[in-house]
C-alpha cells in the first residue's frame, strides 16, 4: 500500500519513481511504500500554504476552534485503524501504548480548541490619555513542522499541529521518513475533518532535502523542530531569521536521595526507561543514587526489569517494543560496553535477543557501578537503559549533574518534598518533577529546554504552544486630535 503525501489538498505518490519501502522494526516485513518528495514538492506545499493563510487568518478563533474538535472527532473514528499502522511501523506496543498515543491526539485538538478561546487581546494602559493601545494576537504566518519519529503523531499533535492551527498558521509537515506511513494516514482524518486545502500539507521525503527547503524557503514564516540536537541546530542556521521552536535531545539525572521510597522511585524509573522502549527526549537516561540506598535501588530496579515483556507489539502481554531503528540499537549496545569497559557492571539484560525476526529487540537493561566518564552518563543514549551512577555525598550532584550538558528534564526522589521542592527550583532544567520519572508528561503541560543548552529553545504543550506559534501585532489609536479631523 503507498502512503502518499498531502499537498494543496491533494493525494500525491510522487513521481512514482522515487519510493521507499516501509519496514516494520518488530517482523521486518514490508508493510507499504512511501514517496520521496523532492525539494519541487515541498515548495509547492509552502507556497499552497502560503495562499491559503489569509483565508485561515481571517477565521475567527470560535471558527478554528470547531474545526479543531471536528479534526478531533475524525482522529477518534479512526482511532484503533491508526495506531495499527502506528505500531506496525514504529515498533511500539499497541495496547499499552499506541492507543495512548493516538488518544494524546484527540486530546490535543481538543484542548487547542478549548485553549484559543480564551487567550484573550489585551489593552495596553498608557501614559497619552488620548490614545489606546491594543495588543493583539496573530498567526505568524506558514509555519514549517518537522517532527521526529519516537511518537510520531502525538508529538506533531500536541506540540504543534493543533495549537499552530488554533493559532491560524498553516502547516507544512514534515514527518521523519522512518514514520511517514502513520503521517500520512492521520492526514485521512484531516481530510476527513473537511480542512480547506492548502491548511496542513504533508511532504513526505529525507529531511536534508525537503525539510531543508522548507526551512529556507522564503515564503516560510517560522519553524517548528522536535529531533536531534546536531539536526536542531543545522537548522537554527538555515532559518536564519524566522523564530524558531527547538526541541532537541535529552539526558536528564533522576537523583535517588538517601531518604526515598525507593518501591515507589523503582516503580517510576522503570516507567521512565522503558516507556517507548527508552526512545524519549524525557526518558530516565541515568539515575544518580546516594550510597546508602544505591544495593537496594539495584535490586529493586532489576527485579522489576524482569517483570517488563519485551515482545511482539501486537501481543497483550507485551509491555515493551523492539527499539525503532538499528541506530538506537547500536548505540545501546556501544554504551553498555564502553561502560563496563570504564568498570560498569550489568545486572539486568545487556543483549539484543538473537531469537527475534529482526536485530532490534533490545532488552530492558540496568547497569551498575558507571563510571562519570562513561558515554551512558555523559551523553543521550535514546534506549531502554537504566545507568546507576553512586554518589557518597549530596554535594557531588552539581558536578555529577554537569558531567552532561543536557537541560531538558530531571527528577528528584526524596521523601522530604519541602526539600526536593527547593531543590527543583534551583535545578537549571526545562522540567522537574519531584517523586515522578522525568517523562511524565500531560498535553497541557508546558515542555522544552533551558535556554543556552543543547536541548532546545522554547515551551511545548497547551497554551504554551500556542503563544509560541503565534506572535503579537500592537496597534495604537488616537482617539482625537489633528490626526482625526
Ligand atoms: P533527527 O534530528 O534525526 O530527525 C528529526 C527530523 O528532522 C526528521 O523528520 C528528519 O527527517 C528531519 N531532518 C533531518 N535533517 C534535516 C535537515 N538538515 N533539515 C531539516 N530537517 C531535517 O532526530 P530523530 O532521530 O528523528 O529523533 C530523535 C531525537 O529527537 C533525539 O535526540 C531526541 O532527544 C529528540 N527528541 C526531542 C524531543 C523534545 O521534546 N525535546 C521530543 C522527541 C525527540
Known amino acids: 500500500m503507498m502512503y502518499p503525501m498531502y499537498i494543496d489538498g491533494a493525494w500525491y505518490s510522487g513521481d512514482g519513481k522515487h519510493v521507499k519501502d516501509v519496514i516494520s522494526p518488530a517482523t521486518g516485513e514490508t508493510i507499504g511504500t512511501i514517496p520521496t518528495g523532492t525539494r519541487e514538492d515541498a515548495d509547492r506545499a509552502v507556497r499552497a500554504a502560503h495562499r491559503a493563510a489569509p483565508s485561515l487568518a481571517a477565521m475567527t478563533v ?94 506533531a499533535s500536541a506540540y504543534y499541529l493543533a495549537p499552530g492551527l488554533a493559532a491560524g498558521n498553516t502547516i507544512v509537515w514534515i514527518p521523519a521518513p522512518s514514520t511517514a506511513a502513520v503521517a500520512s494516514r492521520f492526514m485521512r482524518c484531516l481530510e476527513e475533518a473537511g480542512v480547506p486545502k492548502g491548511y496542513v500539507n504533508l511532504v513526505i521525503g529525507e529531511g536534508a532535502v525537503v525539510g531543508d527547503a522548507v526551512v529556507v524557503h522564503e515564503l516560510t514564516s517560522a519553524v517548528a523542530f522536535t529531533g ?111 561502560a563496563v569497559r570504564k568498570g560498569a557492571k550489568v545486572i539486568a539484560g545487556g543483549n539484543i535477543q538473537a531469537d527475534r525476526p529482526t536485530a532490534l529487540y533490545v532488552e530492558p537493561t540496568v547497569v551498575d557501578h558507571v563510571s562519570v566518564d562513561a558515554l551512558i552518563n555523559t551523553d543521550e543514549t535514546f534506549g531502554p537503559v537504566i545507568p546507576l551512577i553512586r554518589f557518597q555525598d549530596e554535594s557531588e550532584l552539581p558536578s555529577l549533574i554537569a558531567s552532561s550538558p543536557y537541560r531538558l528534564s530531571a527528577a528528584i526522589f526524596s521523601d522530604n518534598v519541602g526539600r526536593a521542592m527547593s531543590m527543583a527550583e534551583e535545578l537549571n532544567f526545562g522540567f522537574v518533577h519531584v517523586n515522578e520519572a522525568g517523562n511524565y508528561w500531560e498535553t497541557q503541560i508546558p515542555a522544552g529546554g533551558t535556554s543556552g543548552s543543547p536541548s532546545g529553545y522554547g515551551r511545548s504543550g497547551g497554551k504554551w504552544s500556542i503563544e509560541e506559534m503565534s506572535e503579537i501585532r500592537t496597534v495604537i489609536v488616537t482617539l482625537s486630535g489633528e490626526g482625526n479631523r
Open 228 to 338: 536531534s540536537t546536531p539536526t536542531g541546530n543545522t537548522i537554527a542556521s538555515r532559518a536564519k531569521a524566522k523564530p524558531c521552536l527547538l526541541e532537541l535531545g535529552g539526558n536528564g539525572p533522576s537523583i535517588v536521595l538517601a531518604d526515598a521510597d525507593l518501591e515507589k522511585a523503582s516503580d517510576a524509573l522503570i516507567r521512565g526507561s522503558f516507556a517507548n522502549a527508552g526512545q524519549i527526549c524525557t526518558s530516565t537516561e541515568r539515575v544518580l543514587v546516594h550510597e546508602a540506598v544505591a544495593d537496594k535501588l539495584a535490586e529493586l530496579l532489576k527485579a522489576k526489569t524482569a517483570a517488563v515483556t519485551l515482545g511482539d507489539p501486537f501481543d497483550p502481554g507485551t509491555t515493551m517494543g523492539p527499539v525503532h531503528n538499528r541506530i538506537v540499537a547500536e548505540k545501546v549496545v556501544a554504551q553498555v560496553e564502553d
Open 62 to 155: 470560535f471558527e478554528r476552534a470547531e474545526l479543531c474538535q471536528r479534526i478531533a472527532d475524525a482522529i477518534a473514528a479512526n482511532k484503533e485503524e491508526l495506531a495499527k499502522v502506528l505500531s506496525m511501523e514504529h515498533g511500539k506496543p499497541y495496547h499499552t501504548e499506541a492507543l495512548g498515543e493516538v488518544e494524546a491526539c484527540i486530546t490535543s485538538f481538543r484542548e487547542a480548541a478549548e485553549q484559543i478561546k480564551w487567550m484573550n487581546s489585551e489593552i495596553i494602559p498608557l501614559r497619552d490619555p488620548n490614545k489606546r493601545a491594543f495588543a493583539y494576537r496573530r498567526p505568524r504566518g506558514v509555519y514549517g513542522v518537522i517532527t521526529p519519529w519516537n511518537f510520531p503523531i502525538g508529538c
